[in-house]
């Protein structure tokens, strides 16, 4: 089992959550997040005043998954979330030791 985690822009949730969906993957949680990368933030204008924006904000979403799944989980949220331009975002992927369904108790990949 993997943990899929990206970071995306906010605008390009419900596309990459219908495309996930499209795939089979059942569910997802989804975190608003601020940061920043190698665009370093920008300046925005307010009533005339200029300031600098530091952590420009994002969404991150996270996915468990079944180890056979992983491939195609990150190429679809990588296909989805392009816009070709600086801040598109990252996706981490790492191994899950353990998973448990809370309610039933259930562990291992029949948890997912």
Known sequence: MVKIEAIIKPHKLEEVQTALVGIGIQGMTVFEVKGFGRQKGHTEMYRGAEYK??????????????????????KTIQKTAST???GDGKIFVTRIEVAMRIRTGETGPESL
């Open 53 to 74: 924006v530091d952590f420009i904000p994002k969404v991150m979403l996270t996915v468990a998954v079944k180890d056979e799944q992983s491939d195609e989980v990150v």
């Open 84 to 86: 070709g331009k600086i």
